[in-house]
């Protein structure tokens, strides 16, 4: 069953604009929750990450937003670039775990 | 800087081979994991390891095993390859416990099964 989910595959936004990517999540008892971003034929890389206690972590034009009563995280790219077109992967984890869990990954396009 | 790599970026095989993908790390991780990527379906779970000669098993370990003898090396077996197994495989490494921390990724290797 899958614990962490992105239920949009695909989205494009212009240049300049804000890209928002969402993801949801069904165990509570994660605590700590990541973003990857991976380019084909890459593997992925770390991008931003946010643990439980907070509701927003922001880096340069990346910021991810947790809800945890509603189970929901999300990031937001401002503004941006061609360069950003890529998949991203949600993650999450319990503290006290080895294990993490991915979501299935929305890919992003940027239209110059 | 992190560094994991893995042995192959393209691999072809027929049905029914034996095939062994090696991914080694160089930053003392304790944690490895195996992973395979596909349309879809995101990055499932294979194996993980969270020390040498310990291993358990993911989300779908079947037709898979693994080996870790070294710390800095986990190797993903693929007993009988079969067409079904063709996909994006990825290792990845981390500290334990996981928490306030992040797994770092190898560049991945292409399986192709024919």
């Known amino acids: 069953d899958q614990q962490v989910k992105q239920n949009s595959p695909s989205l494009s936004v212009q240049e300049g604009r804000i890209s928002i990517l969402n993801c949801d999540y069904t165990n509570s008892m994660f605590d700590y929750f990541l973003w990857y971003k991976k380019y084909p034929a890459e593997g992925p890389t770390f991008l931003i990450s946010i643990s439980s206690i907070k509701d927003k972590n922001e880096d340069g034009r990346f910021t991810v937003f947790l809800n945890k009563s509603a189970k929901h995280l999300s990031l937001h790219i401002v503004p941006s670039q061609p360069g950003d077109s890529a998949v991203y992967f949600c993650a999450a984890n319990i503290n006290t775990g080895n294990q993490f869990y991915f979501g299935t990954g929305t890919s992003l396009t940027v239209i110059p | 800087d992190v560094k994991v790599t893995q042995s192959s970026r393209y691999l072809v095989k027929r049905t029914g081979e034996k095939v062994f993908l090696e991914c080694v790390q160089d930053?003392?991780?304790?944690?490895m994991f195996w992973y395979r990527q596909d349309p879809g379906l995101g990055l499932r779970l294979i194996y993980f390891s969270y020390d040498v000669k310990m291993k358990e098993k993911g989300d779908i370990p079947e037709g898979y095993s693994v080996s870790r003898e070294k710390k800095e090396r986990f190797s993903l077996i693929l007993e009988s390859a079969s067409t079904n197994q063709t996909s994006m495989y990825l290792c990845?490494?981390?500290?334990?416990?996981?928490?306030?921390?992040?797994?770092?990724f190898g560049p991945g290797t292409r399986l192709t099964v024919l």
């Open positions: 930053m003392d991780h304790e944690n």
């Open positions: 990845a490494s981390s500290f334990p416990g996981g928490a306030w921390d992040t797994q770092y």
